[in-house]
């Protein structure tokens, strides 16, 4: 396999991967107890990120109150030494910050019971510390791990993955350099279901190749998720174990 082949006869990719595998899947919670109510540090390939959630909190503005329900509050921040070459600009008004910032809050408005907060403030902060491709699924993954460790309710897990695709085949999770040269989608499942809590399509899909890429891409979701529900038992089982000692 040359050095720039995307995808080899042999059926392996640039890491080595088949077309239907994760990358490594690292995560922690309760990472910095200290800064927020909920927190998580997060590996998904060459992807690592921190997400802090603070609240439910008293809004500091009048205006970011509801009495029906909390308001959901999500910033990104992605450091200017996340990727290889270092940007020389600022990433917090960029559009696509923007984009993924409102991606985001849309996603965990529908998952996230708010109605149970009413008058009060969710604020999540991600801090994008190594990025190489799939970045909105690992935002999604760092999040869920944070509300399930800050106690705040959610409908279900939402697990996040993004799919490729390359000529006809659809590759799991795409790394950066698949990720510059094809078509791409991200998706957010809801629990082990096959509804969808995002649909991210960054460029053209033929409409006959989308099944294909969905079902591979829900298929992928639901082991992240298998994979977040083993961690947080794992945790759970330790709190229970320091607490009776």
Not at 34 to 63: C, F, M, W
Not at 89 to 109: C, D, G, P, Y
Not at 148 to 166: C, E, K, Q, R, T
């Amino acid at each position: 396999m040359s050095r720039f082949e995307i995808y080899s006869p042999e059926g392996l990719r640039v890491d080595g991967r088949r077309w239907n595998e994760l990358r490594r899947f690292d995560c922690s919670i309760n990472t910095h107890s200290h800064a927020a109510d909920g927190s998580s540090y997060l590996e998904q390939g060459n992807n690592k990120i921190i997400t802090l959630v603070k609240g439910p909190k008293e809004p500091s503005l009048r205006s970011q109150m509801d009495p029906t329900k909390a308001l959901l509050k999500v910033s990104v921040n992605i450091t200017k030494f996340s990727k290889t070459e270092r940007s020389k600009t600022s990433h917090k008004n960029e559009r696509r910050v923007l984009e993924i910032q409102t991606a985001l809050t849309r996603t965990f408005n529908k998952n996230v019971m708010l109605h149970i907060y009413p008058r009060t403030l969710i604020d999540i902060e991600i801090h994008v510390l190594q990025q190489d491709g799939g970045l909105v699924g690992t935002l999604i993954n760092g999040i869920t791990l944070a509300l399930i460790d800050a106690g705040i309710a959610m409908f279900d897990y939402i697990s996040g993955v993004s799919v490729g695709l390359y000529d006809t085949t659809p590759l799991l999770e795409v790394n950066s350099l698949e990720e510059n040269v094809m078509s791409s989608v991200t998706l957010g499942v809801v629990g082990k279901t096959e509804k969808l809590s995002l649909l991210l399509v960054e460029d053209k899909i033929p409409l006959d190749r989308l099944e294909s890429v969905l079902a591979i891409g829900i298929a992928g979701a639901h082991r992240v998720r298998e994979l977040m529900d083993s961690e947080l038992r794992k945790r759970a089982e330790k709190r229970v174990a320091n607490s009776t000692n």
